[in-house]
């Protein structure tokens, strides 16, 4: 499949309510075998195109595997939907040691939670962690 057709796929494939904890996987065993392997190219160019905040707000995403780790796209929302929905792509691992071994960095993100935001914590793949 060539990579845009990739990219297409990979936003249309939601799998359910986004889950408020990351703590552990949440992609079913017979859906795991059915990911698409991702390269550096593909995450960056997820993380950086556009999406429909409407149709994803309160949804999850399985994106793929990528260095063996599945890769999930949480899009979190509250109060102000689906305007305010925000996107989070992260591995499918709890923070810590498995996001280590997953090759991902721990990095808390202010999310949309009730009338306000609150601080969560997701394993980031390293490639899509900003420089400074």
């Known amino acids: 499949m060539c990579r845009v057709g990739l990219i297409a796929a990979m936003a249309l494939t939601v799998a359910g309510p986004a889950c408020a904890d990351n ?16 390269s550096d190219g593909d995450l960056t160019a997820l993380a ?10 309160n949804t999850r995403v ?5 260095h063996g780790a599945i890769v999930v ?5 509250s109060d102000l ?3 305010e929905t925000t996107r989070v792509i992260h ?11 997953a090759g991902g960095k721990s990095i808390a ?3 949309p939670r009730g009338i306000g ?5 997701f394993c980031v793949p390293a490639i899509l962690v900003p420089r400074n």
């Open 73 to 77: 796209a949480d899009f979190p929302c």
């Open 23 to 38: 703590h552990g996987s949440n992609v079913s065993q017979s859906n795991q075998s059915q990911l698409a392997d991702l």
């Open 62 to 66: 399985n994106i793929g595997r990528y």
């Open 117 to 121: 935001m609150s601080v969560q914590t």
């Open 109 to 111: 993100y202010a999310v």
């Open 91 to 101: 591995f499918d691992v709890s923070v810590g040691v498995e996001c280590d071994k």
């Open 48 to 57: 950086s195109s556009s999406y429909d905040k409407l149709t994803k707000q």
């Open 81 to 83: 939907c689906p305007q």
